[in-house]
Antibody, heavy 118, light 110 residues
Framework: QVQLVQSGAEVKKPGASVKVSCKASGYTFTSYYMHWVRQAPGQGLEWMGVINPSGGTTMYAQKFQGRVTMTIDTSTSTVYMEMSSLRKEDTAVYYC???????????WGQGTMVTVSS | QSALTQPPSASGSPGQSVTISCTGTSSDVGAYKYVSWYQQHPGKAPKLMIFEVSMRPSGVPDRFSASKSGNTASLTVSGLQAEDEGDYYCSSYAGSNNVVFGGGTKLTVL
């Protein structure tokens, strides 16, 4: 079946970097854009950016430009999201999500909890 | 971009209808037909309920309907059921490959 499986929870210190993976299966990986969305504890959803698995072009929300990098590995149908210079405010669940229709996300990963704490 | 504006809470009794609003600007909700709605249950990933303003994905009950007028989109849940309880988020395309979400509405079935 179509699914996105993300890597496990991470605990990082302020100033460190984190890299979260999202492995796709059950569909043609290069046919659908992949987005990243985060959700701080008790808060709403926040769009972070998008990557085109066919070619690797990216677009990031202005808030994350310079601090987030999204990459792909087509050999393993995996998308990665790396965030640097982590702050306590980056503590959140990070989701990857497949874009099925323009700017609508039909398949979501299970989420990866990233905790930034000294 | 600023988040879209949703009421923090909404409620209704089983069988009733409830409508959740989502207000943006002429640069996002008002400019494009790409408004989506998501349902999220505690500890779970969001689920797509509506795309392109009013389209339902396969498997979403027709009790869920949506529309848009100007800069405001709306989601209506008719015939409320206990399993409809959860958080609902709207989202909109905002140009230049950007997407913006609403702050979320907690729907309570009384």
């Amino acid at each position: 079946q179509v699914q996105l499986v993300q890597s496990g929870a991470e605990v990082k210190k302020p100033g460190a970097s984190v890299k979260v993976s999202c492995k796709a299966s059950g569909y043609t990986f290069t046919s659908y854009y992949m987005h990243w969305v985060r959700q701080a504890p008790g808060q709403g959803l926040e769009w972070m950016g998008v990557i085109n698995p066919s070619g690797g072009t990216t677009m990031y929300a202005q808030k994350f430009q310079g601090r987030v990098t999204m990459t792909i590995d087509t050999s393993t149908s995996t998308v990665y999201m790396e965030m640097s210079s982590l702050r306590k405010e980056d503590t959140a669940v990070y989701y990857c999500a497949r874009e099925i229709q323009p700017h609508a996300f039909d398949i979501w990963g299970q989420g990866t909890m990233v905790t930034v704490s000294s | 971009q600023s988040a879209l504006t949703q009421p923090p809470s909404a409620s209704g009794s089983p069988g009733q209808s409830v409508t959740i609003s989502c207000t943006g600007t002429s640069s996002d909700v008002g400019a494009y037909k790409y408004v989506s709605w998501y349902q999220q249950h505690p500890g779970k990933a969001p689920k797509l309920m509506i795309f392109e303003v009013s389209m339902r994905p396969s498997g979403v009950p027709d009790r869920f309907s949506a529309s848009k007028s100007g800069n405001t989109a709306s989601l209506t849940v008719s015939g409320l059921q206990a399993e409809d309880e959860g958080d609902y988020y709207c989202s909109s395309y905002a140009g230049s490959n950007n997407v913006v979400f609403g702050g979320g509405t907690k729907l309570t079935v009384l």
